[in-house]
């Protein structure tokens, strides 16, 4: 019922093509990108920010981040993990498209090469 | 000392008024804090880490194109695919979703495993339009049978644009 990775305050565009996978991703990293909200769901202001940890984090500062999830992956499933992991990326429906693609090159950056961009089911 | 038979032993009775108090009480706890989130489900793109390749690839079918063409506040104001414009409503998607069909002939055509779509949205655009976009390209949905058709399953970002 609830993807725990999954952060409320990130308002995923609707598509009806989106749905669940048949097979999960053997190694996933999910990245919450949206707006600070209220408590009414209402945005606090314009600039988008990566939830991570329950902590705010800018694009350009999520490399130490980045970095220490591929040491805790790598510790765990061995040093070619990352090639393996695919990137979540769970962006607001309003996130300028330029800030998602300088996310994807973020963790392109720091050795991750699989993205997989998340969207809510649509029923009609 | 004198033992009861246990024939004369009276019977413990359950009480079953304040059990089902609390069978309800915990239903009702558990229905006020269920939240039934909507399934979610994934695109998959395709970024190369090196730069693309401008060699001709061996398949007739052309790669193609789309763009999305955004104001200052992300809004959409044109869908191009190869450079013809497409417009701008939910109508625009579904003549990209018609053209994509008619560029690849027929779904699950072996030919599509080979083409690439590449998406050039302006940096502002909204992301709601490219997922839409990609949408578009990779499949339809039919709301009779509930069965998708699939068209390309590779998609990749064009480099990103600047700010205006």
Same mark, same amino acid.
């Given at each position: 019922?609830?993807?725990?990775?999954?952060?409320?305050?990130?308002?995923l565009?609707?598509?009806?093509?989106?749905?669940?996978?048949?097979?999960?991703?053997?190694?996933?990293?999910?990245?919450?990108?949206?707006?600070?909200?209220? +408590?009414?769901? #209402?945005?606090?202001?314009?600039?988008?920010?990566?939830?991570?940890?329950?902590?705010?984090?800018?694009?350009?500062?999520?490399?130490?981040?980045?970095?220490?999830?591929?040491?805790?992956?790598?510790?765990?499933?061995?040093?070619?993990?990352?090639?393996?992991?695919?990137?979540l990326i769970r962006?607001?429906?309003?996130?300028?498209?330029? $800030?998602?693609?300088?996310?994807?090159? +973020?963790?392109?950056? *720091?050795?991750?090469? +699989?993205?997989?961009l998340r969207a809510?089911?649509?029923?009609? | 000392?004198? $033992?009861? +038979?246990? %024939?004369?032993?009276?019977?413990?009775?359950?009480?079953?008024?304040?059990?089902?108090?609390?069978?309800?009480?915990?239903?009702?706890?558990?229905?006020?804090?269920? &939240?039934?989130?909507?399934?979610e489900?994934n695109?998959?793109? #395709? $970024?190369?880490?090196?730069?693309?390749? *401008?060699?001709?690839?061996?398949? #007739?079918?052309?790669?193609?194109?789309?763009?999305?063409?955004?104001?200052?506040?992300? #809004?959409?104001?044109?869908?191009?695919?190869?450079?013809?414009?497409?417009?701008?409503?939910?109508?625009?998607?579904?003549?990209?979703?018609?053209?994509?069909?008619?560029?690849?002939?027929?779904?699950?055509?072996?030919?599509? &495993?080979?083409?690439?779509?590449?998406?050039?949205?302006?940096?502002?655009?909204?992301?709601?339009?490219?997922?839409?976009?990609? %949408?578009?390209?990779?499949?339809?949905?039919?709301?009779?049978?509930?069965?998708?058709?699939?068209?390309?399953?590779?998609?990749?970002?064009?480099?990103?644009?600047?700010?205006?």
């Amino acid at each position: 019922m609830k993807n725990t990775k999954a952060d409320e305050r990130v308002k995923l565009p609707k598509d009806m093509l989106a749905k669940p996978p048949e097979v999960k991703p053997e190694h996933e990293l999910v990245l919450n990108y949206g707006f600070a909200r209220d +408590k009414a769901g #209402n945005k606090v202001g314009n600039a988008p920010t990566i939830f991570y940890n329950e902590r705010y984090v800018e694009v350009a500062q999520l490399t130490p981040d980045l970095e220490s999830e591929k040491r805790v992956m790598e510790a765990i499933h061995g040093k070619d993990v990352i090639g393996k992991v695919t990137v979540l990326i769970r962006a607001d429906s309003e996130v300028p498209t330029g $800030l998602v693609q300088q996310l994807i090159k +973020k963790c392109q950056d *720091n050795g991750f090469t +699989k993205f997989s961009l998340r969207a809510t089911s649509e029923e009609k | 000392m004198k $033992l009861a +038979k246990p %024939s004369s032993l009276s019977k413990v009775e359950i009480p079953m008024a304040p059990m089902i108090d609390i069978v309800f009480q915990l239903l009702i706890f558990f229905m006020l804090n269920l &939240k039934i989130v909507a399934p979610e489900g994934n695109f998959n793109i #395709n $970024l190369p880490v090196s730069a693309p390749s *401008n060699a001709p690839s061996d398949v #007739n079918l052309p790669d193609i194109k789309v763009g999305l063409r955004s104001d200052r506040d992300g #809004n959409l104001v044109q869908l191009t695919l190869g450079g013809n414009n497409l417009g701008n409503d939910n109508a625009a998607f579904e003549r990209l979703n018609a053209e994509v069909l008619k560029i690849i002939g027929r779904p699950g055509n072996p030919l599509t &495993k080979d083409i690439e779509v590449e998406l050039d949205a302006d940096f502002e655009c909204q992301y709601k339009y490219v997922v839409k976009a990609i %949408s578009r390209c990779t499949g339809r949905f039919d709301q009779r049978t509930q069965a998708v058709t699939r068209y390309i399953e590779k998609i990749k970002f064009a480099p990103p644009h600047k700010p205006k």
